[in-house]
Nanobody, 124 residues
Framework: QVELVESGGGSVQAGGSLRLSCAVSGSIYGMNCMAWFRQAPGKEREGVAAIHRLDSTTYLAASVKGRFFISRDNAKKMLYLQMNSLKPEDSAMYYC?????????????????WGKGALVTISS
């Protein structure tokens, strides 16, 4: 049974940084696409970033390019999201997700596994 557990959420002022971590328990074999999503109150969930488990190709939403960076450590079964230059509009619940199969052609759909989320709050 696969379980994803996020950590590292919190509250920071605009311009600050946070690093989210996602620990994966269970087998990651075949889980080739791992991603971060977020959902703000009253808004739809959106994909933030994804990374291919084997070749480390990354995908980023336009709203976070140049500020957020996704990485993974397969040996430790960890996924990370480094968030810099945070803005109030980045405030949301952030979810770790993964799917069996490739990130291509769409990295932001079809996730098979989800964490319970980590809350990120950015004050102005």
């Amino acid at each position: 049974q696969v379980e994803l557990v996020e950590s590292g959420g919190g509250s920071v002022q605009a311009g600050g940084s946070l690093r989210l971590s996602c620990a994966v328990s269970g087998s990651i074999y075949g889980m080739n696409c791992m991603a971060w999503f977020r959902q703000a109150p009253g808004k739809e969930r959106e994909g933030v970033a994804a990374i291919h488990r084997l070749d480390s190709t990354t995908y980023l939403a336009a709203s976070v390019k140049g500020r957020f960076f996704i990485s993974r450590d397969n040996a430790k079964k960890m996924l990370y999201l480094q968030m810099n230059s945070l803005k109030p509009e980045d405030s949301a619940m952030y979810y770790c997700a993964a799917k069996d199969g490739d990130c291509r052609p769409r990295w932001d759909v079809g996730m098979d596994y989800w964490g319970k989320g980590a809350l990120v709050t950015i004050s102005s």
